[in-house]
């Protein structure tokens, strides 16, 4: 995550008691024209991905698992992630996400736990054209902390630029991407009079799956970290279910094993 469903009362209300019939799931399901299954390159009717994180020796044999993290996110019948659980290798809970979203499938809200506490957020406006506005980022507390005006939208419904604002409305940074269908190839992060902080771009092969990422970060010490991906298995509806992460020199810093459960017809 990857890694931006619920009708307020007012809507629910307003459909009672007007006069037009109520709409049946599949006329509403036609107005989602988004989904996470589509840019995060899944296949088939995923209900949730379970990703857990291993060890391994620098030739890429998978030894324990990581006792950081074990992830779960859990998609609707449209294909979009609804809520997200963080728990270490014996099951305790680190952090949850509940999501919100737009009915034409955009993301447009987060609510964060971390250890059973509130931890913060995140709104986004969706305007009458179905596309991305301002968003505002919150504290635990509730307080606006940031927010984002977002610039363009891309064809999959995936920010293409945004500029950033502390709460009294100082500008304070910009990023913007540029996109080969619902794959992000290249991110660049400029600070507030336009100077560079960070570039990043990606390499994919044929099936759609990240194989490279380049990272640099630019201060007084220019740094960029190359990291590259292989896939050692598949499930029956093609998607992968263990990759391994190599450093530039052809080491292997660790392996991610996910269980897939789907839907049934």
């Given amino acids: 995550m990857k890694k931006f469903l619920i009708l307020s009362a007012g809507i629910i209300l307003f459909a009672c ?26 296949k088939g009717n995923v209900e949730s991905l379970t990703e ?3 060890k391994v020796d620098s030739t890429g044999k998978v030894g324990d698992m990581d ?10 019948e449209n294909g979009n992630a609804t ?19 737009h009915e034409n499938g955009l993301w447009t809200g987060s609510k964060e736990t971390k250890d059973g506490k509130p931890s913060g957020g995140m709104q986004v406006e969706v305007d009458s054209a179905g596309k991305y506005g301002v968003a505002k980022a919150f504290d635990s507390t509730g307080k606006m902390t940031v927010y984002y005006q977002t610039l363009g939208m891309s064809d999959f419904g995936q920010v293409q630029a945004w500029k950033e604002y502390d709460k009294d409305s100082v500008y304070r940074q910009e990023w913007e991407a540029v996109y080969d269908k619902q794959m992000m190839m290249s991110s660049v992060t400029k ?13 994919y092969n044929d099936k759609g799956e990240l194989i490279e990422t380049s990272s640099t ?14 896939y050692e298995t598949h499930d029956e509806t093609g998607n992968w279910t263990q990759r391994t ?8 810093l ?7 459960a789907y839907r049934k017809s």
């Fill in 191 to 203: 600070d507030s009079v336009g100077n560079v902080k960070n570039k990043w771009s990606a390499k």
């Fill in 217 to 230: 970060r630019i201060k007084k010490d220019t740094t960029t970290t190359v990291k590259k991906y292989t």
């Fill in 52 to 54: 857990s994180s291993y």
């Fill in 17 to 42: 008691n007007s006069n037009k019939p109520a709409e049946t799931t599949e006329e509403a399901e036609k107005k989602v024209k988004y989904s996470d299954l589509v840019t995060e390159n899944l």
């Fill in 245 to 252: 992460e190599w450093d530039d020199k052809g080491k292997a």
């Fill in 67 to 76: 006792s950081c993290c074990v992830d779960v996110v859990v998609y609707d």
């Fill in 83 to 101: 809520s997200y659980v963080s728990k270490d290798s014996k099951g305790n809970i680190k952090t949850e996400s509940a999501f919100t979203r």
């Fill in 254 to 260: 660790k392996a991610v094993r996910r269980t897939i």
